[in-house]
């Protein structure tokens, strides 16, 4: 027993030594005929190439050798390959270059794949989501059907747990101010981000006080069975309509064009692109439409929209906000506006159409909430919005 261990261990011990002494010796024979053979066989194959350079152009052996150098255990790659949408939101492109790689349009309209719509949530804040809890009931159990995007000012990092529906959800920012084109910009981009996935073909906007009024399942199923698409626009000939039109923005924009609405709508993916590729009115807009005479976001889009593709509006907003308690910014409700009768009263009241349809159905979101209200809205959710 002691003299087979003992036997063991100096196979062992020898079979170190071996290793060890062959790493030491000096370069044995065989290898370098080997790399001398590989050298020769290397300069033949460039004087070969450089003749086929000269007789069949340089072409051909490109080609030859891409050919012979790929890879054997490479896959041919498939369509929803060359389609999937980028795995990482963030990415270095400028707005220049996300605007036009975002406005790539197939030609042949008719998917050759399946392909389930989904309708992009885009968030616009400045920092966190106070009402993300709820946001988050609503989502749950519709994976698949919806994407969310979320524009914040750059100064603000997120932390949502892996596990959140806005976890990763965060694009490349720029500073947005109320009033001013650089809230259009904002709004552009979560458009762009939106439309480098394929399959997103409606479009929300929303805010971080913005919250639901309908369950999922109602409002995918009303989105996706709209004819239209929900971009309030109107026609208001008083101060704060019409008054705001600036007559520099002829011939793109004539007064009998301007029009006004809420900056919270729903639109599809056509809509989308004509918003991202505009070269036309942006210019106009930017220049014609300033604080404090005009509200570049209660009229840029409203307007284009409504020269361009007038048959494709609704020309109201799903978004409920409350404009009674007058001045410039509508009503906020806190945690003691949240009762039962306050939101019946909300739904109940509505008439409009749908479909050119009378409908009792007219509001799917509303705004705006305070931070404090989340708790009692959470409370009623499942009763009063069934979320
Ligand atoms: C984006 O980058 C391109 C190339 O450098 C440049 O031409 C363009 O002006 C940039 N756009 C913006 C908005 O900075
Ligand atoms: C969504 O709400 C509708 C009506 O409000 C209800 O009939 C439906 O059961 C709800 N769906 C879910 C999944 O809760
Ligand atoms: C504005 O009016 C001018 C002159 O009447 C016309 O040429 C132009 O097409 C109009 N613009 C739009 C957007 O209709
Ligand atoms: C919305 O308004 C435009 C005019 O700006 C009109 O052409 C269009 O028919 C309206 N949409 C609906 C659904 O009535």
Known sequence: MQSRMGALE??????ITTSRTSQSRPFPLRQLQFFVLFLIICLGASIVSMYMVRHFGIHHVALVQSNSFKPCFEQPESIENWIRPPSNLLHTMNDTELFWRATFVPRIKSYPLKRTRKIAFMFLTKGPLPMAPLWERFFSGHEGLYSIYVHSLPSYTANYSPSSVFYGRQIPSQVAEWGMMSMCDAERRLLANALLDISNEWFILLSESCIPLQNFSIVYRYISRSWY????????????????????MAPEVNLSDWRKGSQWFEISRELAVRIVEDTTYYPKFKQFCTPHGCYVDEHYFQTMLSINTPQLLANRSLTYVDWSRGGAHPATFGKDDIKEEFFKRILEEQTCLYNNQPSTLCLLFARKFAPNALDPLLEIASKVFRI
């Open 10 to 15: 100096e196979g062992k011990e020898s079979a």
């Open 229 to 248: 698409s929900f971009m309030g626009s109107f026609d208001e000939p008083g101060p704060y309509g019409r008054g705001r039109y600036s007559e520099h």
